[in-house]
């Protein structure tokens, strides 16, 4: 099969295209046909060398969409997508042809989707998910997603405007705010932090019961817009180094807030496989739209590919196979 490999950390030339024995799977694992694998900025900096804990030679990836070909007879032949903890990291992960992994770590295929599209969904959703069930986001709460233009910010507006909360978009840029209008969200024109919470009353007339901060960035001035009792989720990508911040610690304290750590690669692909499961039935019965169409490529432009997201594209790249 062929595979992207790399067997030394620290630059993106040391990604390669290999060929390899398809994997054998053992007790209680499936063999997947890979169809399509996303790539996320973590698995670029996998290779850059941000994860320490990342063993050698590795074939990265972590989100995947694909056919299980082999392993117990009532799964062979479906239609399964998954992510989780390990993959690409210490087992070899989805940039290739075939995967092996746990059973219960993948998840049925919502038909709605597209192997595309649901290799688009893994990171970015799950993480949101992990956020906003955790957060208790639903049916007449206000939930405030900063950077609702990245990945995990569309992917959170789209999981909260499901569960039908009131979902509020917010983003730098006005061409970004008209884009998310445009696709019938709220929107909320970030200025300067301090001015947060103003901008939020202003807009909702009240504070935000949960927000959802996927920059890392805004954290200070999330507590200061958070209702009584509401909550912050935070993720912090790598290579943020030790981001400093002057946490309002009274204000935090007087509202009775609670602040959620994201974090999907504290979930193997057995946890991950639940979370999907969770949301897909929104996926089937259309309250959660497909995410937006990525850039596909083959795997022979890996290398290419990997550049283009270290570089900063704000899209999504998935990988496709056959």
């Keep these: 099969m062929q595979a992207l490999s790399f067997d030394k950390k620290g630059n993106l030339s040391a990604l390669t295209l290999i060929q390899r024995p398809i994997p054998i799977p053992g007790e209680g694992e499936v063999l997947v046909e890979v169809k399509a694998a996303g790539l996320n900025p973590s698995d670029v900096k996998n290779v850059l060398g941000f994860f320490p804990y990342t063993t050698l030679p590795r074939i990265p990836g972590r989100d995947f969409a694909g056919v299980v070909r082999q392993g117990p007879p009532e799964m062979i032949g479906k239609n399964v997508w998954g992510t989780g903890l390990g993959l690409g990291f210490t087992h070899d992960g989805t940039h290739a042809e075939y995967l092996v992994l746990p059973a219960g770590g993948c998840a049925a295929l919502p038909s709605s989707l597209s192997f595309v599209q649901a290799a688009a969904c893994g990171v970015p959703y799950t993480t949101a998910w992990d956020g906003i069930r955790r957060a208790k986001v639903g049916p007449g709460k206000t939930f405030l997603v900063i950077g609702a233009n990245g990945a995990v910010g569309r992917a959170a507006i789209a999981l909260g405007k499901a569960l039908r909360a009131r979902v509020v978009a917010a983003v730098r840029r006005p061409e970004q705010a ?17 001015k947060l919470g103003e901008q939020v009353t202003q807009k909702c007339g009240a504070f935000a019961d949960a927000i959802f901060d996927t920059t890392g960035g805004w954290l200070p001035a999330s507590v200061r817009a958070a209702a009584n009792h509401g909550a912050i989720c935070v993720i912090a990508p790598p290579g943020m180094g030790q981001l400093t911040v002057d946490f309002p610690v009274l204000d935090f304290y007087r509202r009775g807030l609670q ?29 959660l739209p497909p995410p937006p169409a990525p850039v596909e490529t083959p795997l022979a432009k890996g290398l290419e590919a990997y550049r283009l997201v270290n570089e900063g594209f704000s899209g999504k790249v998935v990988f496709m196979n056959g």
């Design 259 to 287: 602040l959620i750590g994201v974090n999907t690669l504290l979930h193997d692909t057995i946890a991950c496989a639940k979370m999907l499961n969770e949301f897909a039935g929104f996926f089937e019965s259309g309250a």
């Design 178 to 194: 008209v884009a998310l209008e445009a696709l019938g969200y709220e929107t909320l024109l970030l200025g300067a932090p301090e």
